[in-house]
């Protein structure tokens, strides 16, 4: 006979020092990982999950039962299908999980640039698209839990903020080769952009620094005010989108090491990367050869990718962050979190190494698409950096070193990056 001591000394021995214990009828994968997600991503719980019914009766454990099955005194979960839990979120929360988290890649309509439509994602079309609804279920569940069983652990979720830059150019002026110098500078004339015009001599003569050097000034803001800076950069050779300043630039070379002094680094593969997978270790290689460290994080350039390619090639040359997940044309929740999650290969069933980390707002997206202010893009980082906290999730920005600059068409925009910053401060 099992008795509650032995059942719970056996899953102990196991190494998983649970705290909740889920019997459940099924061995889904899918349905498994979503279960980590809700208890031990989102709610800092450490879980086990068994089908036996003895196990789960005679259990010290407080037991959570998944669907159908006795287990005697303890707390059911419905197991809905994806339809049905979608329709009703609260009732089966894993179920509402495991589809939201699958589900964020989009389909039908597509931009210029073959990315997903905002209003043709799941998220737009059921009007969550500006909440963290997948934390929001599982705080609620959490919150039903607490009142049934006794026993369970408080919630273990800390509010974080991570502060990310994409190097779309590197400098504005220098580090260009001379061809593409004088190119530039005769189109400013012949356009009559002299202002432009002042401004590359001075910055070529040394007499002012290069406007999108602001990288310091970027890390001034966000000592303090975040728990990790991310600096991602594009060093793909130029093509017609991909206009950073390469990596012959030995002046570039030696930014990019400052600056791996007080940021990690990531990788912004080139536009075409996503359409022609081996240039990512390609273009991993020669940024890790740059800065002396290995990368291990990643975003798609413009937000471009394919799924499942993308994000497998990623994890196969050992990108363990891909950070390309939110929207390019508002703000908000693209796959309805703002906690960090596993990459699911639903071709193969399996959860993988690569850990997809959301975020909420971008810059550009609110410049360049939404056509906010910069007073009407600060009050609404601020709306969705107070819906993050609600829920203790992970706020993360996407900046550019245009809008750090304060330089011509985004002259105001620095104070949107220092207010966004300081407002998120943990």
Partial sequence: MITRASARSAILARNTMPEVLIHTNTTDALLRSAAQQVFVRILGWSVHMTTEAETARTSALPVIAYGDGPIGSGF??????GDDALADPFRDPIRFTSVMLTTWQGSGATDEH??????????????????PIVDEVVLDLARRLQAVLPGL??????YRHIATLDVDNGFKYLGRPVWRTIGSAARDLLHGRMGELKDRAATLLGARPDPYDAYDHFHEVNSGNADRTITNFLVAPHGKFDHAVGLSSRRMIRRMQAIAQWSDVGLHPSYFASEKPQLFAKEKAALEAAIAQPVFASRQHFLRFRSPETFLELERIGIKEDHSIGLHDAIGFRAGTCTPFPFYDVENDRETALMIVPFQVMASARADKMKLTPDEAIAAGKQVIDKVKAVQGTFIGVWHERFISDHGAEKGWRRVVEETIRYAKP
């Fill in 76 to 81: 059911r979960i419905a197991a809905l299908s």
């Fill in 153 to 158: 652990p408080p919630v273990r979720r800390t």
């Fill in 114 to 131: 073959g990315r997903s439509r905002t209003h043709e994602l799941l998220v737009h079309r059921k009007g969550w698209i500006d909440r």
